[in-house]
């Protein structure tokens, strides 16, 4: 009988995971405040070779550990080419972020709301990025929401994977939980985010339930599409 859910230590997730992973998948990450996301998503990132990063709340030291290259704009599509051409000329990794590398003022968020409309569109010509959303609430709270519905319910044939981290799901829009493949989440007692989580997956809410409930502080769920496959839990490693 396949077991409900498999403990894996993160080498051991990661080899399982990444072949798993198919461009063109999302990823939602649901966890309360403290939960442990960046540190999930920079071990995540790094298993993807274009990454754009759009982080309104600022770059903490965590994410840092990407070597995040900043834009403070989409460059235009023909400069972004050059730009990852010579990293790999260079043998370097794209990751980039977009915008800026602070906590942005709600007063300056028209403006970036600009610039991030303008490299998600960007993205999503060009196809094959892995967009990582820090906040997907913030987004949303910028009036991007339709912007990440294109990305989250059109972008698999161009093979554009789209990462985003929140905390609510009954704050952000739906497509977050009904289109990624991949759900993880982290230790909670919140109703809501359990029973919507469940729903989405075809999991019975008492087995996501107790799953989350018993998992440490830190440590991950990892749930696919599939409702007769095995849940996986892991703990990425601490950052320095």
Do not use: N
Request: some cysteine; hydrophobic content about 40%; overall charge positive.
């Amino acid at each position: 009988m396949r077991p409900q859910v498999q403990a894996l230590d993160w080498t051991e997730f990661v080899e399982w995971f990444e072949p798993r992973w198919q461009p063109g998948e999302h990823v939602s990450i649901v966890t309360p405040t403290g939960g442990g996301k960046t540190t999930l998503a920079v071990g995540l990132l790094e298993l993807r070779r274009w990454v754009g990063t759009l982080s309104p709340k600022g770059v903490d030291k965590t994410l840092r550990a990407l070597r995040l290259r900043r834009l403070a704009d989409w460059p235009g599509d023909t400069k972004m080419d050059k730009l990852l051409d010579d990293d790999d000329e260079h043998g370097r990794v794209s990751r980039y972020l977009f915008g800026r590398d602070v906590a942005t003022p709600k007063q300056d968020w028209p403006k970036l709301a600009e610039v991030y409309d303008r490299c998600l569109a960007g993205m999503y010509r060009m196809g094959g990025w892995t967009c990582y959303v820090d906040d997907l609430k913030l987004l949303m709270d910028m009036g991007l929401g339709p912007v990440a519905t294109r990305w989250l319910v059109a972008a698999r044939s161009l093979t554009l994977s789209f990462v985003s981290a929140f905390q609510f799901p009954r704050r952000v829009i739906r497509s977050a939980l009904d289109e990624p493949t991949w759900i993880f989440a982290s230790q909670t007692r919140d109703a809501t985010m359990v029973d919507r989580t469940a729903e989405v997956l075809g999991r019975p809410k008492p087995e996501i339930r107790g799953f989350l409930e018993a998992i440490p502080r830190h440590a991950w769920l990892c749930v696919g599409r599939d409702p007769t496959a095995a849940a996986v839990v892991t703990m990425p490693p601490k950052r320095s």
